[in-house]
């Protein structure tokens, strides 16, 4: 079973501390939480894992590979795949479009016989439209494979983006709020996706406002607040500690 | 039919050149690279062909192959600090070689000409070679297109960090898009020099660079419509408004402007979107309109 650890990890922007020192392990087959509040340095986290940001200090392993100093594609690469916060489509591509080109990872012709189109290129393509096709179907959104994706409401867009993100069967996938914007019924719905790609042996990392969401769904959870860690364990421990209740409710306490 | 090809024959070659040189031009901005290099991939084409046939005696075919490697060597190294460069400031890079590829055949004037350039190049091409070519370069395009590279390309010109985060080593795919920009270009500069007796540095300069971007202007930056619909309007606009050939660039630039106004995808991507547009409506929906109904139903 793979997982993913972050040791000692530091991302400062100036003498701005975003991230300080954080310890963080993803399993493979579970679903891990992070929360915190606004402003928590949660999506720095992301960005530092994925190689978007290079790290102040500390190290980013899968299993025993060192990721710290890879580029963001090589960390892909790698099998780690992730979604952005604030929702990144390729506008004028259709919304199957999106999620073939999801499959980059794992597509197996080359350059020359795409410049070619030898069949095995042409055959690969229909083969993983075909993929993207089902994968759509299991998010709910098949009837919209023809759309522009930059058309479609918010929270197909996400779905459409977590679609992409899979597609390549990532060993970790870290989802940036990826039921932000969802009702009830559509939140469930994408739980239960979750649990599925987790009992599949998809490491899962969710950032989360929703503390009751991540409680409901999280084996393990972590709290960052002001880029610190205060606390990590179960979600029945850790929504008990004062200091995340503080955390998240004690700043408004002290501003009423 | 035989009659209209004998009278417009000049026309439809130029056409075909002009296509072929769109190609180099559109498939470069359509991976996001900023490039107007056509101009100078095809002037070192141009040359290469012209100074081996013309001093050294060697085959046609093997100095086209030349003029294809050396297209390909140059992009590729102009690619390295492309790479490092974004929008306007590629155009301005891209502009800067056309002029130091200018600059260098006039001062090379033993080995170029100069600015009188090299005459007497042999005439080998007719419209059976460039029709050729330009199928070639069309049939190239159209498997980009279908397969992988396509879909790097489209999402490289949309959102590099997003192709980075799937694993798309951008770097080497904005590379690959300059090269065969570059090779396009250096082929058709050749193909022009073998058609039209002597060439000089003039033919390459701002006007040539201009012409290739306004047939991607004009016709598309995306699809394969794209381009011949832009050498179509560049070619046949100057016969239309021969009354008003004072004027002509008057007239091509208020085309521009019109079509950059009411059409800014261009005259041919239009088009094409247009036509899917209207076909995805019809048939294919009709079976997965059934398939949304059904998850509708299962809510």
């Known amino acids: 079973m793979s997982s993913l650890r972050i040791e000692d990890a530091c991302k400062y922007f100036g003498g701005l501390k975003a991230v300080d020192g954080i310890n963080m392990t993803v399993p493979a087959g579970r679903i891990t939480g992070l929360i915190g509040p606004n402003g928590a340095g949660k999506s720095t986290v992301v960005n530092m894992i994925s190689g978007v940001y290079s790290l102040t200090r500390g190290e980013v392993y899968l299993d025993e590979q060192q990721l710290t100093r890879l580029h963001v594609d090589e960390v892909a690469r790698c099998g780690i795949a992730r979604t952005f916060q604030n929702i990144r489509l390729l506008p004028e591509e259709s919304v199957l479009d999106n999620v073939v080109i999801g499959y980059f990872r794992k597509q197996r012709s080359g350059v020359m016989s795409s410049l070619m189109g030898l069949p095995a290129a042409l055959a690969e393509t229909r083969r993983l439209r075909e993929q993207a096709w089902e994968l759509l179907g299991r998010f709910g959104i098949q009837k919209y494979a023809d759309y522009e994706a930059g058309s479609l409401p918010y929270g197909h867009q996400r779905r459409v983006e977590m679609a992409r993100s899979i597609a390549a069967a990532p060993r970790i996938v870290m989802l940036d709020e990826p039921v932000a914007g969802m009702n009830e019924v559509e939140s469930a719905e994408m739980a239960e996706i979750f649990e599925d790609l987790a009992r599949s042996g998809m490491g899962l990392l969710l950032i989360e406002h929703n503390v009751a969401f991540v409680s409901r769904l999280c084996s393990q959870v972590y709290v960052l607040d002001s880029g610190r860690m205060i606390a990590e364990g179960p979600p029945e421990a850790v929504t008990r500690d004062p200091k995340v209740i503080e955390a998240y409710i004690g700043g408004k306490a002290d501003a009423a | ?299």
């Open chain 2, 1 to 299: 039919m035989m009659s209209f090809y004998y009278s417009y024959q000049p026309l439809i070659d130029f056409f075909l050149i002009a296509v072929g040189l769109g190609y180099s031009q559109q498939l470069a901005l359509r991976a996001g690279v900023f490039s107007i290099a056509t101009a100078g991939f095809s002037a070192l084409g141009a040359y290469a062909t012209a100074i081996l046939v013309t001093r050294y005696g060697v085959p046609v075919p093997a100095a086209i192959l030349v003029s294809a490697v050396v297209g390909m060597a140059v992009s590729y190294v102009l690619s390295v600090p492309l790479a490092r460069l974004r929008g306007a400031f590629q155009a301005i890079a891209t502009l800067a070689f056309v002029q130091v590829v200018i600059a260098l055949l006039l001062y090379f004037e033993s080995f170029t000409g100069g600015a009188i350039g090299i005459s007497g190049i042999p005439r080998v091409m007719n419209t059976g070679w460039l029709l050729l070519a330009v199928l070639v370069t069309i049939y190239v395009i159209w498997s980009i297109n279908r397969t992988s590279v396509g879909r790097v390309f489209n999402a490289l010109r949309q959102d590099d960090s997003v192709a980075a985060s799937l694993g798309v080593p951008i770097k080497s795919y904005y590379a690959l898009a300059f090269v065969l920009s570059g090779l396009i270009g250096a082929v058709f500069g050749a193909l022009r020099s073998l058609y039209v007796f002597n060439i000089e540095p003039v033919d390459f300069g701002f006007h040539a660079m201009v012409a290739s971007l306004t047939v991607v202007v004009l016709g598309g930056r995306n699809t394969l419509l794209g381009p011949i619909a832009g050498a179509l309007i560049m070619a046949i606009l100057p016969e239309l408004a021969r009354p008003l050939a004072e004027n002509r660039g008057i007239l091509n630039g208020v085309i521009l402007i019109l079509v950059i106004t009411f059409l800014p995808n261009g005259v041919g991507d239009e088009l094409v979107y247009w036509l899917r547009r209207r076909l995805r409506r019809a048939p294919k929906t009709m079976s997965k309109r059934k398939e949304g109904a059904d998850v509708v139903a299962a809510d």
